[in-house]
């Protein structure tokens, strides 16, 4: 397995990431998956006996059961794993005080984090998404507080924009808090608009990324193509994706699903791990996010790495996956002599 370094951090994490949303499967979460514990601890050993340290949940998956399920698959194990989860929305209680970024809210659902995960500390804290209506500064007091009372080993955020992860970067410097070292985003061949703002911010601020949904639920997984379009009982269509589908072009991405095809066949490797092996090259992807329904899905998915596809290969998805960026984008990309766009 190759490790990584995660932002700028001292932390080294590996290339691919365990998610398991797909655990539990209950309060709307169950077109996702249903792994329940006997399943789970199977598929926790096998990444661990590829060198898969690192596992992804959130206190929503499931209304806390993805965190009960994984505490009880990492029995024996917690020492040599990372973990990393997710706080900001909300539970089934209705209560306002039990979503958001406040201290008051933080502070109780890491509590409830630690005791369903049966840990005395969680390595990656993240923010799951942006609260407009706290203050920032409360946040990151709060997020500061419980890295210096042992209970969080570092913070992340998830889903922000640009500006909302360069505002808390600022207040981290301001007061001397803990920061975020990494950003856990969406980013596929499919769906590219990370390359935009994040990506710049964060080979500029050295924050790391963690990539979720790689394989755009599914979409890029190698089942659907021209004359083989998604079933109606497939997952996204069963809700079992956090992608729109007004997110989604169908011709692009069957034009991109023909290159992998091609690809898939030069390099004997499959859709999927080619589309895998993409996002593994491109800047601040520190690990990838891999989900798995099955033992042989996951399987599958650990051989996206220890290999490289090649620069012309490369240069092809590129091409194939690029689309035209939003103002002022555009505009910045006519002026190359500025060096504010990307170069890959």
Request: charged share 20%; net charge negative; hydrophobic share 35%.
């Amino acid at each position: 397995m190759e490790y990584r370094k995660l932002g700028g951090s001292g932390l080294y994490v590996p290339a691919l990431c365990f998610g398991t949303v797909t655990f539990g499967g209950t309060h709307g979460f169950d077109s996702w998956g249903t792994t329940q514990v006997e399943d789970a601890t199977r598929m926790v050993h096998i990444c661990m006996d590829a060198g898969v340290n690192l596992f992804d949940t959130a206190d929503v998956y499931s209304e806390g059961l993805s965190e009960e399920i994984l505490g009880k698959a990492l029995k024996g194990l917690r020492n040599d794993a990372l973990i990393s989860t997710k706080a900001t929305f909300t539970m089934l209680d209705g209560d306002r005080n039990k979503k958001g970024s406040s201290r008051y809210h933080l502070i109780n659902a890491c509590e409830a984090s630690l005791r369903r995960l049966n840990t005395d500390h969680i390595d990656i804290y993240h923010m799951h998404g942006f609260d407009a209506n706290t203050p920032v500064e409360e946040t990151l007091r709060a997020l500061d507080d419980l890295v210096s009372s042992g209970k969080v080993r570092y913070i992340a955020c998830s889903n922000f924009s640009g500006w909302h992860l360069m505002k808390s970067l600022s207040v981290s410097e301001r007061y001397g808090w803990s920061r975020y070292i990494a950003q856990q985003v969406y980013y596929s061949l499919l769906n590219r608009d990370f390359e935009w703002e994040l990506m710049p911010l964060g080979m500029d601020q050295q924050v790391g990324s963690i990539v979720w949904s790689p394989l755009s639920a599914g979409r890029l997984s190698g089942k659907y193509r021209r004359n083989n379009p998604a079933p109606a009982d497939a997952r996204v269509a069963q809700g079992g994706s956090p992608i729109p589908e007004e997110a989604i072009s169908s011709e692009r991405l069957y034009n991109i699903i023909d290159v992998l095809d091609e690809i898939a066949g030069e390099t004997g490797h499959t859709v999927a791990q080619c589309a895998l092996n993409w996002l593994l090259q491109r800047p601040t992807v520190s690990s990838i996010i891999i989900g798995a329904r099955t033992e042989e899905q996951l399987k599958q998915n650990l051989q996206a790495i220890g290999w490289s596809l090649s620069s012309e290969q490369i240069k092809r998805l590129d091409e194939v996956s690029q689309t035209t960026p939003p103002y002022p984008y555009w505009h910045q990309a006519q002026f190359p002599f500025l060096n504010a766009q990307l170069t890959f």
